[in-house]
């Protein structure tokens, strides 16, 4: 049976599709960070800039940019992200829960106040980026390396941007 199932399915059909964690599971890496920026050093990563932004390009500009603009909001730059849509603000910075923008990334899929509505939804790590990035006071200026990296944050970010998080010795960061 498995044989036959390699010859019309192919060799790799049970896992090409399979969940991330099953994939590295079998020894197959998962293209997670596809379309991110691969980003090495965290002492030069701004946060905004080079981590958030580039999720919200992905997922959400589509529907909040200059042209259009879904509930008044446009995430065109952070001036007019921070001014929010017809609602008033979306963002509360330094607390997810209370931020609009937050709330409606973890809301079912059945509801219509669910974000993204077209496209990819958000992964578990993207909400978790986001997450971390408004309870850290959603600054549009700070390095990675300014802001407390605990939990979840350091594995997440190496797996989506390439960023190594743990303490370099001194001759590394001299070089």
């Not at 980003?39 to 580039?54: G, H, K, R």
């Not at 970010?157 to 010795?169: I, N, Q």
């Amino acid at each position: 049976g498995h044989l036959g199932g390699n010859l019309t399915h192919g060799s790799d059909y049970l896992t090409e599709n399979a969940p991330e964690f099953i994939q590295t599971l079998a020894g197959n890496e998962a293209d997670v960070s596809e379309g991110l920026p691969q980003i090495a050093d965290p002492d030069s990563a701004l946060v905004y800039e080079d981590l958030i932004e580039p999720i919200f390009e992905q997922k959400c500009m589509a529907c909040h940019n200059d042209e259009v603009q879904r509930g008044g909001l446009n995430m065109a730059t952070p001036e007019l992200l921070m001014e929010g849509g017809k609602n008033g603000a979306v963002l509360v910075a330094g607390n997810a829960r209370e931020s609009e923008l937050f709330e409606r990334l973890i809301l079912p899929y059945s509801s219509e106040k669910h974000m993204p509505t077209k496209g990819e939804p958000f992964t578990y790590q993207e909400i978790a980026m986001l997450q971390w990035w408004i309870n850290e006071q959603a600054s549009f200026e700070a390095k990675a390396s300014e802001l407390r990296l605990d939990g979840d944050i350091p594995p997440i970010l190496f797996a989506l941007y390439g960023m190594d998080t743990k303490p370099k010795p001194w001759y590394e960061k001299v070089k």
